[in-house]
């Protein structure tokens, strides 16, 4: 199992998730848990998200992450909606 870093950005973001909605955070623990199992299994993104995964949450959100094979950690890049997150980068 992969360790896991969340940037701070998408911690706060998650955890205030977390506090409002309940069946959200349920879903979110599950992909986490899914992503530290197996982080190669969600799709890879293209240019110029390059070298960050997604998994969508719900319908409408969609939580980034980067893998760091070398030290075996899944880092958590965001978490947003899905019109904003791919408009970042």
């Given at each position: 199992?992969?360790?896991?870093f969340?940037?701070?950005?998408?911690?706060?973001?998650?955890?205030?998730?977390?506090?409002?909605?309940?069946?959200?955070?349920?879903?979110?623990?599950?992909?986490?848990?899914?992503?530290?199992?197996?982080?190669?299994?969600?799709?890879?993104?293209?240019?110029?998200?390059?070298?960050?995964?997604?998994?969508?949450?719900?319908?409408?959100?969609?939580?980034?992450?980067s893998?760091?094979?070398?030290?075996?950690i899944?880092?958590?890049?965001?978490?947003?909606?899905?019109?904003?997150?791919?408009?970042?980068k």
């Open positions: 199992m992969y360790g896991l969340s940037r701070k950005s998408a911690e706060e973001k998650i955890q205030k998730v977390v506090k409002k909605d309940a069946k959200t955070a349920e879903i979110l623990d599950k992909k986490i848990s899914e992503i530290r199992q197996d982080p190669y299994k969600f799709k890879p993104l293209r240019v110029p998200m390059h070298g960050y995964r997604r998994v969508h949450i719900g319908k409408s959100y969609v939580l980034t992450y893998i760091d094979e070398q030290n075996k899944v880092i958590i890049e965001d978490y947003d909606h899905h019109d904003n997150v791919y408009r970042k």
